[in-house]
């Protein structure tokens, strides 16, 4: 998924946009305007996912990253923890492959106030 779908779909409130960098990577860049905050490198991630989820796993999220290479591990380990509907935004925040990113495209950020 582009960035662009992510934060549209995160916007209308069919999908729930995880940022899991970490927070030195949050104050570095900012997060998403739509995007909530949680590191899958803070111990507590899955808790964490699961209370921001209201508990209903299989409801649609997405994870960003830096460039999509963490996201789309962690995707396939939340499949594997039986969360139903989980898409990897592959471009990231920076930008790889997959296309320019969140920041390259220009889309709003917010400060991370952690």
């Known amino acids: 998924?582009?960035?662009?779908?992510?934060?549209?779909?995160?916007?209308?409130?069919?999908?729930?946009?995880?940022?899991?960098r970490d927070p030195t990577e949050w104050q570095a860049?900012?997060?998403?305007?739509?995007?909530?905050?949680?590191s899958?490198?803070?111990?507590?991630?899955?808790?964490?996912?699961?209370?921001?989820?209201?508990?209903?796993?299989?409801?649609?999220i997405a994870l960003i990253c830096a460039?999509?290479?963490?996201?789309?591990?962690?995707?396939?380990?939340?499949?594997?923890h039986g969360y139903g509907n989980v898409a990897d935004v592959g471009e990231g925040m920076s930008g790889s492959v997959a296309g320019p990113g969140w920041l390259r495209r220009g889309l709003p950020v917010k400060t991370f106030e952690g």
Do not use: N
């Open 29 to 38: 860049t900012g997060i998403g305007d739509i995007a909530l905050p949680i």
């Open 1 to 20: 998924m582009d960035c662009e779908t992510a934060r549209r779909l995160a916007l209308a409130g069919d999908l729930l946009l995880i940022d899991i």
């Open 67 to 80: 460039a999509g290479s963490r996201s789309a591990q962690i995707a396939a380990q939340l499949a594997a």
């Open 40 to 60: 899958v490198h803070v111990p507590g991630f899955l808790q964490t996912l699961d209370a921001a989820m209201g508990g209903d796993k299989g409801r649609a």
